[in-house]
């Protein structure tokens, strides 16, 4: 069905779009109206309650034709919404995940600021205690759907010499007063896709508006990042075949018999793939079963993410070694896969946890709510 969406309207036009650094919001409709935006969101809720088998089959098919519908599909979705279904109260469910999954709210999670990256428990934007509720004041940047979404999740910290224990989520929308979000220009990748910032000037949030408990913020951004990392290494695994898939072609049209230097280049970039994909499918089916999956995701998301930039940078090579000038489906491919190895943590931070891991000094903890598993998303 993805494969049909992007044949049709998704790749149409999209490697003028990364010249020109157009982005337009036509796909995100296309999306909605094919049931994408509800699609891990359970049917009692109006979505399709599908599980993170078809999650990851969606975003490697996103990722194939463009990153930047994966990234827009993996924050409402990944990151806003089954962090509402995972977090929420009963109410804050009810009223949320309808909208979400028939997309009359686009969902999008805010996390990265100026100062605090990958150092979470670094984030500056503070939410004071006040009658009723909260007030969010701060910025945070690089936040993908900023300017197209219509419901976020806002992280802040209530104290920040409590570093990580005083972080608390919350649910934001857009119309609130006092919140504004800005453009971010001059991408090298994802430039089909809404980056921009988001500004809190004393934004009232009720206190029923708090998703999780006071403090409980950075568990919640840690469990919403397993599923964003999960579907950033499947879109960044999109890459890496589409990019092996024009090679295969390429090498074809010029009568490549296979047994010249490309050969190697090749036979590498469909051993990263096959590896990427079987780590992911292994994530997924831990995930289905609700079965500890932090190292095994982590695993395959750096993997994953490795064989998107490096097919992409073994399918450049090979275009340069027989043909002058750019080819800017591989240029997009490369630029857009660049981001995967940076986002959802670095692949350098990948590679410490791992070594912690094997070490033993790391272990997974359980959250105070699980996640849920595909029965939990079929219902």
């Known amino acids: 069905m993805v494969r049909s969406l992007g044949e049709r309207s998704l790749a149409v036009g999209i490697d003028e779009r990364?010249?020109?650094?157009?982005?337009?919001?036509?796909?995100?409709?296309?999306?909605?109206?094919?049931?994408?935006?509800?699609?891990?969101?359970?049917?009692?809720?109006?979505g399709l309650g599908r599980d993170y088998v078809a999650f990851a089959a969606a975003s490697e098919e996103l990722g194939h034709i463009d990153t930047s519908y994966q990234v827009g599909l993996t924050v409402h979705l990944g990151l806003a919404s089954m962090s509402i279904l995972q977090w929420g109260t009963e109410r804050q469910r009810d009223t949320w995940l309808p909208v979400l999954?028939?997309?009359?709210?686009?969902?999008?999670f805010g996390l990265t600021e100026p100062g605090a990256g990958s150092d979470v428990a670094a984030l500056r934007m503070r939410a004071r205690h006040v009658e009723g509720g909260?007030?969010?004041?701060?910025?945070?940047?690089?936040i993908s759907s900023a300017n197209q979404a219509s419901l976020f999740i806002l992280f802040a910290t209530v104290d920040p010499a409590l570093r990580h224990r005083g972080i608390t989520a919350f649910i934001v929308p857009r119309e609130t007063p006092g919140l504004s979000t800005t453009v971010l220009h001059g991408k090298l990748g994802i430039r089909?896709?809404?980056?921009?910032?988001?500004v809190c000037d004393?934004?009232?949030?009720?206190?029923?508006?708090?998703?999780?408990?006071?403090?409980e913020g950075f568990p919640i951004a840690l469990s919403a990042l397993g599923n964003g990392l999960f579907?950033?290494?499947?879109?960044?695994?999109?890459?890496?075949?589409?990019?092996?898939?024009?090679?295969?072609?390429?090498?074809?049209?010029?009568?490549?018999?296979?047994?010249?230097?490309e050969a190697g280049q090749l036979a590498r970039m469909v051993a990263r793939e096959e590896t990427a994909r079987l780590l992911l499918t292994r994530a997924a089916t831990l995930k289905n079963l609700g079965v500890a999956n932090t190292r095994e995701t982590g695993l395959a998301k750096w993997i994953a993410a490795t064989a998107g930039i490096e097919n992409a940078d073994a399918a450049l090579r090979i275009h340069q070694a027989h043909e002058a000038g750019e080819n800017v489906t591989l240029l997009r491919h490369w630029a857009n896969a660049k981001g995967a190895v940076i986002y959802?943590?670095?692949?350098?931070?990948?590679?410490?946890?791992?070594?912690?891991?094997?070490?033993?000094?790391?272990t997974e903890r359980p959250f105070r709510r699980p996640s849920p598993t595909a029965a939990d998303l079929a219902i």
């Open 202 to 215: 004393d934004v009232f949030v009720p206190t029923d508006n708090v998703l999780g408990e006071v403090g």
């Open 231 to 261: 579907t950033v290494g499947c879109g960044a695994l999109g890459v890496a075949r589409a990019c092996r898939e024009w090679t295969v072609a390429f090498l074809r049209q010029i009568s490549d018999d296979g047994r010249a230097w």
């Open 134 to 142: 909260f007030t969010l004041s701060g910025e945070k940047t690089w």
């Open 101 to 108: 999954a028939r997309g009359e709210r686009i969902g999008t």
């Open 192 to 198: 089909a896709g809404d980056t921009g910032s988001v």
């Open 18 to 46: 990364f010249v020109d650094g157009a982005v337009i919001s036509s796909p995100i409709d296309t999306m909605i109206e094919s049931g994408l935006y509800g699609l891990t969101i359970p049917q009692q809720y109006n």
């Open 344 to 362: 959802g943590g670095t692949s350098e931070i990948h590679q410490t946890m791992q070594a912690s891991f094997a070490l033993g000094y790391r």
